[in-house]
RNA sequence: CGGGGCGUCGUAUAUCGGUAGUACGCUUGCUUUGGGAGCAAGAUGGCCCAGUUCGAUUCUGGGCGCCCCGACCA
């Protein structure tokens, strides 16, 4: 799209109320707005990457036989009450309201009790398991302190996946299939090798749950990272017992501060005993469901990213993450030549596939520069005087700053094979 | 939820119990044009409610909001 159409603007400063990294540049190069405190909303650029973030989880998950639902925001206190998830004792992240005839309403910060619940409708059978249902869906949770911009807020959107097996073992088999699913979320995502399975407490059900953690300076979790075996040990359950569980030693571990950007554990029949979720084996015996379930926040997935991989001129998007391919960096000043130059490039791309944001302001080099860095689109291609006359386009790497020179074929021919 | 800090044009910052200034941004004009240009003219501000005072943006109290540390974080 053109840039003069864009009604977001960059901003040299960022607000003084804003510390972290992911925020600072976020707001400074218009993807996000903040409502409140913990509360964003999403603006053009912003949406795109948040967008791009969803399909690739979205694609993943259905690569491991997700199947995309949508539950309500809305939730039934009777749901909640049987499983004890009700009262603000037990849960301090409810954000409760009242039906104009009566009686109270909760705003969802989870699902499980909800899709067990719906699970219920259909599931009698050996035969009707296992599967996986998941969402991409508004969640609320009313945090006593929001806090690391974008990282923690109140309302955010999370994909919550719910698995469904009939033994331990199936269950296991559905939830390393889908914990690889996780690994290529992270790669795709631009920080895989900054991301590691992290074991962690497992509460009722299971010795262990899994976090995904991204090693990086914001972050706030304690990690011991094996590098050679590509797994890390929250410091939360960093005992002689789990090195001895994964066959490591403590001095082969590195202290690390990570972000978590993802959590999969087992429910056990947790759920499905307080709501009844039962199958018929096929002997005709009733037994329990287990279940599993696998979030990630998108919202927080692109804080990590920009936290992960800025630098000091701006946001670093990896290719599949940025909101357009390609930034289109016009420099006429007003030369009508440089202009239409320009605007051929802009239309071939377009017909190419290739998603570009074309700087067609009215504004100096510097400035356009300055914000091309800033809002970190991988590929910057520079039209002017000087590209025009030597007949190939200034193409710089936003990554690492390498530039060639390419003329409109070669350009095509490159973004076709990157 | 405990502790600490902070609310001044759109943004970032000064100052001050008596005229609220600067920078960037914005508007208009001229010049300039490859890493946030120059000149000139202009518009825009004291979170809310009380109290003290001749006079409050400033002091006091309350409210609201924001940030940080901790606790919490299936």
Request: hydrophobic share 35%; aromatic share 10%.
């Amino acid at each position: 799209m053109r840039q003069s159409q864009l009604f977001t603007k960059t901003r040299r400063e960022a607000p003084k109320d804003e510390v972290s990294k992911n925020a600072q540049l976020l707001i400074r190069a218009g993807y996000i707005h903040k409502e409140m405190a913990g509360v964003y909303s999403y603006l053009p650029l912003g949406l795109r990457v948040l967008n791009n973030l969803i399909g690739i989880i979205r694609k993943e998950m259905n690569a491991v036989d997700g199947q995309e639902v949508l539950m309500s925001s809305l939730q039934d206190p009777e749901l909640w009450k049987q499983t004890d998830r009700w009262s603000d004792k037990n849960v301090d992240v409810w954000f409760k309201s009242e039906f104009k005839a009566g009686g109270e309403v909760g705003f969802g910060w989870t699902h499980e009790e909800d899709i067990t619940s719906i699970a219920n409708k259909f599931v009698s059978s050996y035969r009707d398991l296992p599967f996986s249902a998941y969402q991409f869906q508004t969640k609320f949770r009313n945090e006593t302190r929001a806090k690391s911009g974008i990282m923690r807020t109140r309302e955010f959107i999370m994909k919550d996946m719910y698995s469904f097996a009939r033994s331990a073992d199936e269950h296991e088999e559905l939830y390393e299939k889908i914990a690889s699913a996780y690994d290529r979320v992270y790669a795709r995502a631009g920080i895989g090798e900054q991301t590691y399975r992290t074991f962690a407490s497992g509460g009722a059900f299971s010795k262990y749950s899994h976090e995904y953690q991204t090693v990086c300076e914001a972050g706030e979790d304690v990690v011991y990272v094996h590098e050679g075996k590509r797994l890390a040990v929250n410091k939360e359950v960093l005992e002689d017992s789990v090195l001895a569980d994964l066959g490591i030693k403590r001095d082969e571990l590195v202290e690390k501060k990570a972000i978590e950007v993802g959590n999969i554990f087992s429910l056990g029949t947790r759920f499905s005993d307080a709501l009844s979720l039962k199958f018929k084996e096929e002997g005709g015996e009733a037994k329990s469901v287990i279940m599993g379930c696998y979030g990630i926040g998108p919202g927080r997935l692109m804080g990590t990213i920009v936290e992960t991989l800025a630098d000091d001129k701006g946001i670093v998007w990896p290719a599949e993450v940025a909101p357009f391919r390609v930034h289109l960096i016009e420099l006429s000043n007003g030369n009508e030549d440089v202009h239409r130059e320009a605007e051929e490039l802009y239309r071939e791309l377009g017909q190419a596939g290739i998603e570009a944001l074309w700087d067609d302001r009215d504004a100096r080099a510097g400035e356009k520069l300055n914000d091309s860095d800033l809002i970190g689109i991988p590929l910057r291609v520079v039209v002017s005087e000087k590209t025009l006359a030597a007949g190939k386009f200034e193409c710089t790497q936003r990554q690492d700053g390498k530039t060639e020179h390419r003329s409109i074929s070669e350009l095509l021919d490159y973004l076709s094979h990157a």
